[in-house]
DNA sequence: TAGGCCATCTGGTCCT
DNA sequence: AGGACCAGATGGCCTA
């Protein structure tokens, strides 16, 4: 096992630490930066494309320091966190789908897990594998050159399992497949 | 030490 | 209106 595991994890920066300091001059347009509508701060970041249309602002007229209505600075407080929280959840689910993923596909074991770009990569070389599968042993009910819709190839897929009734050839193919492939 | 990978924070935008 | 989604920034940990 990598040592690159839960501990580091639980030593990474904390997010039950002290409310973030919301600094209203921090927001888009404040001074802090000399942002205007079109390259607005996110963060530390800098991003353009602002709908005034979706916002609503408060604060001088015509130009000067606009700023976004969020209630009190407790408030404002209040809801950064619940929606830390929400996004915490978030990539925790989403953590959990790349988890699933990587037990799903085939690839040599190792010590060390897959890069979630490896994940991906590897997830999507495997899609190919299996379509070159299907439509290799599909091919008594599809016709040559023929544009097929992923449920004609699934049902021609169920009904080449039902027909043979087995699926080490399956393992058989996707082994080989595999083989050429990485 | 540099670079890769990751978790988290953050605020704009989209969607219901 | 509020939650989900997205992407940039930041900083920590690990490895070569």
Redesign the pocket.
């Known amino acids: 096992m990598?040592?690159?595991?839960k501990?580091?994890?639980q030593?990474?920066?904390?997010?039950?630490?002290p409310?973030?300091?919301?600094?209203p001059d921090?927001?888009?347009?404040s001074s802090e930066q000399e942002g205007s509508e079109a390259s607005?701060?996110?963060?530390?970041?800098?991003?353009?494309?602002?709908?005034?249309s979706?916002?609503?602002w408060q604060g001088a007229s015509g130009g000067g320091r606009r700023r976004?209505q969020y209630g009190s600075s407790k408030e404002?407080s209040v809801?950064?966190?619940?929606?830390?929280?929400?996004?915490?959840?978030?990539?925790?689910?989403?953590?959990n789908a790349?988890q699933a993923l990587r037990e799903a596909i085939p690839h040599v074991k190792t010590d060390?897990?897959?890069?979630?770009?490896?994940?991906l990569t590897l997830a999507k070389n495997y899609i190919k594998a299996l379509t070159t599968v299907v439509l290799d042993m599909s091919g008594s009910c599809l016709t040559a050159g023929a544009v097929q819709s992923d449920a004609k190839l699934l049902q021609c897929y169920q009904q080449h399992l039902e027909e043979e009734g087995e699926e080490d050839l399956t393992q058989f193919h996707l082994v080989r497949e595999f083989t050429l492939i990485f």
């Open positions: 990598k040592s690159k595991g501990a580091s994890k030593s990474r920066r904390k997010w039950s630490h409310v973030p300091e919301l600094e921090t927001e888009p347009g607005v701060r996110i963060g530390s970041s800098w991003r353009s494309s602002l709908r005034s979706d916002v609503k976004r404002r809801r950064r966190l619940e929606s830390n929280e929400r996004e915490r959840q978030r990539m925790h689910k989403l953590n790349f060390k897990k897959l890069s979630k770009i490896e994940t």
